[in-house]
């Protein structure tokens, strides 16, 4: 099965609000659910998931390991550890959250992990997450281009990162969007709303849309089920080229996600 291009994301979600959105959004069509070891909801992702009583076929289960699992010897335990939570023998994705902070761990160490995980069976694809375009070429200096399934990032109007989605492309690296409502930012925003009312849609969904007639999946999350049901309309939604090239315009480098471990980001 192919990553679905719109999945569920599940970050900031917790506990029974996890498993309920997860719920919510599987009865709605998503078949799609991104979660992460540091999100500590695994275990509620995959309550929901055994819920459903969906063949596991028709799932994609994208999970991501953290940081402080990229010693030799740890990456896979830790997904052992992530698959047992979630009850399956196997994700489809697993990403590297993070490269390393100040790259203390060696970009081989943990990347030859992840390719034994997937030689191993634990995971059908592997990727990245975060990666600067210096970090890209080290983990294609070890595992190659063709074995990175995707590179999941901040993407939305107001962060483009156009230098990395050139570069993924260039190497045949699928891409997939975080944030791609940017907190909110996105609905309250003039230019989206015109282009909405134009379609009859929503700023939301004139957002999600944007990413993806550019190929880039998206993974936008809600606790309410109306929002997630709008949020799948993104899928027939087309935008023109002049909504297109509007919407390139409200690039401002608005970074949301950047910790005071992140990368040094490229410009």
């Not at 160490?109 to 592997?126: F, H, N, P, S």
Request: aromatic share 6%.
């Amino acid at each position: 099965m192919q990553m679905p291009k719109l999945g569920a994301g599940t970050f900031r979600l917790k506990e029974q609000q996890a498993e309920d959105a997860v719920a919510m959004a599987l009865e709605l069509g998503y078949r799609h659910i991104d979660t992460a070891q540091i999100y500590r909801n695994e275990a509620d992702v995959g309550r929901a998931i055994a819920n459903s009583g969906l063949p596991r076929g028709e799932l994609y289960v994208t999970t991501k390991i953290w940081t402080d699992q990229f010693a030799q010897g740890k990456l896979i335990p830790s997904l052992r550890a992530s698959l047992d939570k979630l009850g399956l023998e196997q994700v489809d994705m697993t990403l590297i959250h993070w490269p390393s902070p100040k790259d203390e761990v060696p970009m081989a160490v943990y990347m030859e992990q992840l390719a034994e995980a997937k030689q191993l069976g634990l995971t059908r694809e592997i990727g990245v997450s975060n990666f600067t375009i210096k970090h890209l070429e080290q983990a294609i200096a070890v595992v190659g281009a063709d074995a990175i399934a995707t590179h999941q990032l901040e993407v939305h109007p107001y962060l483009q990162n156009l230098k990395v989605l050139a570069f993924c492309r260039q190497h045949g690296i699928a891409l997939t969007g975080y944030m791609p409502l940017a907190y909110g930012r996105v609905i309250q925003d003039p230019v989206l709303q015109d282009i909405a009312r134009k379609h009859g849609a929503t700023a939301a969904q004139v957002a999600l849309a944007w990413q993806l007639q550019q190929d880039i999946a998206v993974i936008p999350s809600s606790t309410k089920r109306a929002n997630l049901a709008a949020n799948l309309k993104a899928l027939t939604l087309r935008l023109d080229d002049a909504d297109m090239a509007r919407i390139a315009k409200l690039e401002d480098g608005g970074r949301i996600a950047d910790p005071d471990f992140a990368p040094a980001w490229d410009a």
